[in-house]
């Protein structure tokens, strides 16, 4: 009664939000209907209706900013702009490249190259398959802007990571005139000295480093790009003040956790998107199984087995924030126990979070060099590491991981020409599932479902190799709070639309958006007036417009 007496008394105080044209395009009730049959609706169609006006309003909406947003950033930014391929880029295509350049790479460096002439800064998101070659494209790209005068930053989330891109760099263009600096937090202090004045001089031309970037002492001659790895791993702040380093530079944020395509027209929506998809030639598909722990005995016969063929190992142990302490003594405890109870044979070594960036660096250097057979870790090393002796991956309780960490964990191994395998270790209960999680309802207990959900990744991992489908299951499993951090990200909380299951509503209202935006940005015709008025009214102070801004 109360809900009914607030609709006869308000709802014709409710102005509407979309013009008369949008409304005929899409088929969408008028506000004050939609309210009404929100609210008191005669049939569940009604509620449909209502329901599909409000969705569409909202993503429409934060689409509209996130375009108008971007049209500004294009307009008022004063762009770099990188002319020419020059002699270094050629160089490195006849003679440097390790392997032949996959259609998708070559799609790639075009996309961006087009975007460093266009006369607009780039802000562009390389989302690639785990180990399909985003570090070469970040590389030659580096190279063009090198050859325009330009410096590079590429910064990474852990110095493990920032080691690995920097070998790579420098074995690649030792035959090179460029000069290429490592900055870490625990880089020593009288080679963080000349490095940073060799950054400021422009004697240094590309810049590997962690958030050791964009301390305040670090000054770039002329940074013109700005590359940022595994990117979900910062935050908004973080990656602004690596950009306020140069005028505008050009922005490439790489990931190798595949978006969901909602997600990625939503979430960076104003960021143009290249994915490479197709693996280099060479690389077999991984084989995963899941096996029950009682089975070790046959798994370390295999692993003793891949060892003599002259194969490397890695077994993985969780590192989870709730209960790190007790799962680093856990992860120690069976490293010493495979060492000289398992494998007393062979070489082991172990590393983790909590040793020092120097000790790291030395067990890493042997297991790449093969002095190492099996390399026991925490899932420190779920990005960037790279051996392609490596053949074998055991993930010991993979129950407690989630699907996009073990899928990176599943890509540490498959990176050369041999057969590689990915083992998901875990109790015997997560071995079955019931057929449907209508099962349980609405009698489920929490452990039931959660035990229902962790069986339920562990399938999808064995049945999928393809991350960009492990992250739409993902997607449907956790929903879009919880990927990879979207809550720091600016993703707002809407209240209506889905983001895993409004996909085609997501596409019809962000394109749109965007053609409103590119016909007429400052919104000056008469059908585009009421959005000004409502995003003036309704959205500027509210807080995702700013994290969009």
Do not use: W
Request: glycine fraction near 4%; aromatic fraction near 8%.
């Amino acid at each position: 009664e109360i809900i009914r007496n607030a609709i006869e008394k308000h709802l014709p105080s409710v102005s509407e939000t979309l013009s008369e044209e949008l409304l005929r395009e899409f088929n969408l009730l008028p506000v004050r209907e939609a309210l009404k049959n929100l609210h008191l609706p005669g049939t569940f169609e009604h509620l449909t209706e209502a329901n599909n006006r409000m969705k569409f309003e909202e993503i429409f909406y934060y689409q509209l900013i996130a375009a108008s947003n971007r049209h500004k950033s294009h307009k008022q930014n004063e762009p770099i702009k990188f002319h020419r391929i020059g002699d270094n880029f050629k160089k490195f295509i006849d003679k440097g490249l390790p392997f032949e350049i996959t259609e998708d790479q070559k799609k790639v460096i075009n996309e961006i190259y087009s975007d460093f002439k266009s006369g607009y800064p780039m802000n562009r998101l390389l989302q690639g398959e785990v180990g399909s070659g985003k570090t070469l494209v970040a590389l030659l790209t580096s190279l063009i802007a090198f050859d325009n005068g330009f410096q590079t930053a590429l910064m990474v989330p852990t110095e493990i990571l920032a080691f690995q891109h920097y070998q790579n760099f420098a074995k690649s263009l030792k035959d090179f005139p460029i000069n290429i600096c490592l900055l870490t937090s625990s880089t020593p202090k009288n080679i963080k000295t000349k490095y940073v004045e060799q950054i400021k001089s422009g004697e240094a031309n590309i810049v590997i480093g962690t958030h050791a970037l964009i301390e305040e002492n670090i000054h770039f001659h002329k940074l013109g790009y700005v590359i940022i790895d595994e990117q979900h791993r910062f935050g908004v702040i973080q990656r602004a003040k690596l950009k306020a380093k140069g005028l505008n530079p050009h922005i490439l944020v790489m990931t190798a956790t595949p978006i969901p395509r909602t997600l990625s027209l939503t979430l960076y929506s104003e960021l143009d998107i290249s994915t490479i998809k197709i693996l280099p030639k060479n690389r077999k598909e991984i084989k995963t199984y899941l096996i029950d722990s009682e089975k070790r005995e046959r798994l370390y016969k295999f692993i003793r087995k891949e060892v003599n063929a002259g194969n490397q190992v890695y077994i993985i142990f969780p590192l989870v924030e709730e209960s790190e302490k007790i799962d680093l003594e856990d992860a120690i405890s069976n490293y010493h126990n495979l060492k000289t109870k398992i494998f007393p044979e062979l070489k082991i070594g172990m590393v983790h979070g909590k040793l020092s960036a120097d000790e790291k660096e030395t067990v890493m250097n042997e297991f790449s060099l093969g002095k190492i057979d099996i390399l026991v870790a925490t899932s420190v090393i779920e990005v960037g590491i790279d051996n392609p002796n490596a053949t074998i991956i055991v993930i010991e309780e993979s129950q407690r991981f989630g699907l996009s960490q073990l899928h990176q964990l599943r890509g540490r191994v498959g990176r050369g020409d041999k057969q590689s395998y990915c083992i998901l270790v875990t109790d015997k209960k997560y071995l079955s599932q019931k057929k449907s999680s209508e099962d349980f309802l609405p009698f489920e207990t929490s452990e039931e479902k959660e035990r229902n959900v962790a069986s339920k990744r562990l399938s999808v991992m064995v049945k999928h190799s393809d991350g960009f489908k492990i992250a739409e299951e993902d997607f449907k499993l956790r929903g879009p709070g919880d990927i990879f951090g979207t809550k720091q990200s600016g993703l707002p909380d809407f209240k209506f639309i889905n983001l895993a299951e409004d996909q085609d509503l997501i596409v019809q209202a962000r394109k749109k958006a965007f053609d409103i935006v590119n016909n007429d940005p400052k919104f000056l015709q008469p059908q585009n007036k009421i959005y000004k008025q409502t995003i003036e009214k309704k959205f500027l102070k509210e807080k995702f417009v700013l994290s969009v801004a």
